[in-house]
């Protein structure tokens, strides 16, 4: 079975622009969650979707945004980018019951200068 | 918000030593999930746990869902250099609107010396 797959897995932005990023869960998974980790705040929780609709969303400004799809792919933007928005942003994937464990992709890795 | 501490925050041991760490929270949790990260990739689950006072081993590695819910400690045995890595432990509220949020700790810096 495949695992959760994110592209791109690297890439490389200016101060002022805007990026999308995207995850196609496991087959079978209908919840994908985004974190953004950093070196020095760890591992946030940006949102989660379920079902195309957002059911969970931590504590990011409104540059941050997602959606997911029918097929459960789920995309994330983050507009008028800054520097601080360098990190690593990981998808996760769950089949969206209460407590489900949560499989991650590697990641994309995303540098603003 | 919720908090969770995890320490040692690294470790720096030998082959074939025993390894411990731990994870305590603010509030009460109903999840705890134990992850390993290598370099440039995303965490890998190791160990769920759903219920106070459990204990689940994985091959060498244990962890165990404290009994005031609000901890939880995972060990490694004889410990071999692809132990190296970041370990996370994560949290979770039950229901409410917390399906996929997970808090996480800060992780724990592992470095295993052949």
């Known amino acids: ?113 | 918000g919720q908090q969770l501490n995890q320490s040692p925050q690294s470790m720096f041991i030998q082959e074939g030593e025993d390894v411990s760490m731990n994870c305590t929270s603010s509030s009460i949790f109903n999840t705890w999930l134990w992850y390993k990260q290598d370099p440039g990739e995303g965490p890998v689950l190791l160990i769920a746990l759903y219920k106070a006072g459990e204990l689940t081993s994985n091959g060498r590695l244990t962890a165990q869902f404290g009994i005031t819910r609000k901890d939880s400690f995972l060990n490694i045995s004889a410990s071999i250099p692809s132990d190296v890595g970041i370990y996370f432990c994560a949290g979770r509220n039950a229901g409410g609107t917390s399906y996929g949020k997970l808090t996480f700790g800060q992780g724990t810096i592992l470095t295993v010396h052949p």
């Not at chain 1, 995850?23 to 379920?50: A, N």
Request: proline fraction near 4%; charge should be positive.
């Open chain 1, 1 to 113: 079975k495949a695992g959760v797959t994110q592209t791109p897995r690297y890439l490389i932005k200016t101060r002022g622009q805007q990026v999308t990023l995207s995850c196609s869960p496991i087959s079978g998974h209908r919840s994908v969650s985004w974190y953004q980790q950093t070196p020095g705040q760890g591992l946030q929780f940006l949102f989660e979707y379920f079902s195309e609709t957002q059911r969970n969303k931590g504590n990011f400004p409104g540059r941050f945004s997602g959606r997911q799809f029918s097929n459960s792919r789920s995309e994330m933007n983050v507009s008028t980018l800054e520097l601080g928005d360098s990190a690593l942003y990981l998808c996760a994937s769950s089949l969206g019951q209460i407590g489900g464990e949560l499989f991650f992709g590697e990641g994309s890795r995303l540098t603003v200068l």
